[in-house]
T-cell receptor, first 115, second 113 residues
Framework: GAGVSQSPSNKVTEKGKDVELRCDPISGHTALYWYRQSLGQGLEFLIY????????KSGLPSDRFSAERTGGSVSTLTIQRTQQEDSAVYLC?????????????FGSGTRLTVV | AQSVSQHNHHVILSEAASLELGCNYSYGGTVNLFWYVQYPGQHLQLLLK??????LVKGIKGFEAEFIKSKFSFNLRKPSVQWSDTAEYFC???????????FGDGTTLTVKP
């Protein structure tokens, strides 16, 4: 597609429920990233996929968080047993080869609110 | 620990004023450096980047940044700001070719018409 697409754009969920966030990167971009942005703070790295390599999961805050990337394209970030501190904007980005060299193209984000 | 610091959380300028936003990082090795901008209601977009060569980098909309290795800095500049430059600006660093960026906390720029 023309840009990075994320869905849903907004999600309100009850504490303890599971949520899935979806990211559709730019076609041909081999690298895909998830970050989250809490109110008034910078972007916190969560996970990084590069081609067929094992993902870099070093930023996932707990084992309630997981992500997968199917067929080298679409990615899903899953948060199990959501907590109020999970409320944030979850951003997906993709990059040609690596974002560390070429920079990221970001999606518009999913605003998650846990009540 | 590797970190990125943006000194100013909120900057307020009048139109035509000059802009300089500070960015410093903590790391002694090779870095790739970026500035991103988020205009109100829009998503983050890349403003400019440095990974080798001339340390003075020019980006979109008249912005430039200078990499000063000895100072571990990558400050963003614009000689004359416009109201439309009102946005949040993020500095980001890829440490040692890790392939992923660490972001600063951002600087909110408000330009008064």
């Amino acid at each position: 597609g023309a840009g990075v697409s994320q869905s849903p754009s907004n999600k309100v969920t009850e504490k303890g429920k599971d949520v899935e966030l979806r990211c559709d990167p730019i076609s041909g971009h081999t690298a895909l990233y998830w970050y989250r942005q809490s109110l008034g703070q910078g972007l916190e790295f969560l996970i990084y996929f590069q081609g067929n390599s094992a993902p870099d999961k070093s930023g996932l805050p707990s084992d309630r968080f997981s992500a997968e990337r199917t067929g080298g394209s679409v990615s899903t970030l899953t948060i199990q047993r959501t907590q109020q501190e999970d409320s944030a904007v979850y951003l997906c980005a993709s990059s040609y080869r690596t974002g560390g060299t070429y920079g990221y193209t970001f999606g518009s984000g999913t605003r998650l609110t846990v009540v | 620990a590797q970190s990125v610091s943006q000194h100013n959380h909120h900057v307020i300028l009048s139109e035509a004023a000059s802009l300089e936003l500070g960015c410093n990082y903590s790391y002694g090795g090779t870095v790739n450096l970026f500035w991103y901008v988020q205009y109100p209601g829009q998503h983050l977009q890349l403003l400019l980047k440095y990974f080798s060569g001339d340390p003075l980098v020019k980006g979109i909309k008249g912005f430039e940044a200078e990499f000063i290795k000895s100072k571990f800095s990558f400050n963003l500049r614009k000689p004359s700001v416009q109201w439309s430059d009102t946005a949040e600006y993020f500095c980001a660093v890829d440490f040692g070719g890790a392939g992923k960026s660490t972001f600063g906390d951002g600087t909110t720029l408000t330009v008064k018409p």
